[in-house]
């Protein structure tokens, strides 16, 4: 073989290759079986912190599982008896006086229109050729085939809802078996480290469940009170649980409940549906940018950017489950790049490292490391100077000696 290299080392590296090969494909053509068990370990985690209270109380696990299961189930059952019917009523309604208040806007409009200057008219559609019966024929030739396909698209997401609930349940009965076979596969001197980092995974998603539990708690109130005080919209409360529900997906999921509030709006009174829009997307804009990103940067301190970036990726990826999922996800990569690369490989572990910035051109790099005594951590300040584009660093690092400040608080 070539120099420096032997047959075993050339026969170990050819296999490491071909089995990364095979690992790329077999996770490409099984990703969205992955993302359905990783959606399985979400919902079982979620769903272990009341099940940990319940059992705490003195209920045995099982009966814990059953109450909040079946408690979760029928809230959704309830919510959706309550809703549905409401929606299919006034949509029924908006398109049964759909025609009526087309002709009527088509008549003032025509009005308005010929009692305008000739260079005006030339500027504006004319709508004096179009009919109901137009719009009509081309809604129903582009809405026919999204039926036709409707049955197979409910039966395929009720389907995987079914896999997902029933995965997060056996998750649930006994997560100790899965925990004691991925220890058993790990070599003995690592055990410790790998039950380490299963632990920070779960402390990950803890996290994002909290944040995103504040999320739906505040946007769900604003939007209630301000649909149903301000502007008297009916099921406003529902309205703002859907609202709710959809920061579960940020950046887009803002754009779902659009659709019923507008239809429970024009059901009610046209006249309020920009005031009752502008409102909304106002509420959207305050927790979205301000409320939200306050704390899933203090819970698990993810950048708004990388979030709506890795969005993008997890669908290209993996679909709609991946906007889902993309936060949780994005969580769990960083977990496993800080514990595995950062601590482990790198050494880095407690190291904390900012950025201070003393004018338009000089850094500061300040690595605080912690004492292995005890005492104070060591910090160590490294400026660099910015000359055009690139960044010069100076001749020898700038080190200060133990200070006596205290550690931040990993809480804080």
Same mark, same amino acid.
């Given at each position: ?23 790329? +494909? ?23 912190? @009341? ?6 109380? *003195? ?5 814990? /599982? ?15 008896? +309550? /809703? ?7 949509t029924t309604t908006l398109v049964e006086q759909f025609p009526d208040a087309f002709n009527e806007v088509r %008549? ?35 809405? %026919? @085939? ?21 995965? =997060? ?34 402390? %990950? ?9 504040? %999320? ?8 209630? /009170? ?11 409360? =529902? ?10 997906? @940020? ?8 659709? @019923? ?21 106002? +509420? ?37 489950? *991946? ?10 990569? /960083? ?51 910015? +000359?055009? #584009?690139?960044?010069?660093? #100076? ?10 400040? #205290? ?6």
């Amino acid at each position: 073989m070539g120099a420096g290299l032997t047959y075993s080392e050339f026969l170990k590296r050819l296999v490491t290759i071909v089995v990364v090969v095979i690992g790329v +494909i077999g996770f490409w053509y099984l990703r969205q079986v992955i993302m359905l068990a990783f959606l399985s370990a979400v919902i079982a985690v979620s769903l272990s912190l @009341p099940v940990g209270r319940l059992e705490k109380s *003195g209920m045995r696990r099982s009966v814990a /599982i059953a109450v909040t299961v079946t408690g979760v189930l029928s809230v959704i059952a309830l919510f959706l008896a +309550i /809703i549905l019917p409401a929606m299919l009523t006034d949509t029924t309604t908006l398109v049964e006086q759909f025609p009526d208040a087309f002709n009527e806007v088509r %008549s003032e409009y025509i009005t308005w229109y010929l009692d305008q200057d000739a260079n005006i008219r030339n500027l504006l559609p004319d709508i004096n050729e179009l009919n109901i019966d137009q719009i009509t024929s081309d809604a129903a030739d582009f809405v %026919s @085939p999204l039926l036709a396909d409707a049955g197979g698209i409910v039966l395929g997401v009720l389907g995987n809802i079914l896999v997902v609930v029933l995965v =997060a349940v056996f998750l649930l009965l006994d997560p100790k078996d899965y925990v004691r076979g991925i220890i058993m596969l790990t070599p003995p001197e690592y055990r410790s480290r790998a039950l380490e980092v299963m632990v920070q995974l779960r402390a %990950s998603l803890t996290a994002w469940l909290t944040a995103l539990t504040f %999320s739906i708690t505040v946007t769900t109130f604003m939007v209630a /009170i301000a649909l149903g005080i301000i502007w008297d919209v009916p099921n406003a409360l =529902a309205l703002g649980v859907i609202a709710g529900l959809m920061t579960i997906i @940020p950046n887009i999921g803002l754009i779902v409940p659009i659709i @019923p509030i507008s239809i429970f709006t024009l059901a009610d009174d046209p006249v309020k549906l920009p005031f009752v829009l502008a409102t909304y997307i106002a +509420i959207q804009t305050i927790e979205s940018n301000i409320l939200t990103p306050s704390i899933v940067k203090q819970q698990m301190n993810i950048p708004a950017a990388l979030t709506f970036l890795f969005q993008l990726i997890s669908a290209v990826l993996f679909g709609f489950i *991946g906007i889902l999922m993309a936060v949780p996800l994005l969580a769990t990569i /960083i977990t496993l790049v800080r514990e595995l690369y950062v601590n482990d490989a790198l050494g880095q572990q407690g190291v904390k490292v900012d950025l201070e910035y003393d004018g338009a051109d000089t850094i500061h790099v300040v690595t605080s490391t912690p004492n292995q005594d005890g005492g104070a951590p060591l910090v160590v300040t490294q400026t660099f100077q910015a +000359i055009g #584009p690139q960044v010069m660093p #100076p001749p020898e690092d700038i080190a200060k000696e133990p200070n006596n400040i #205290p550690e931040p608080n990993e809480d804080s």
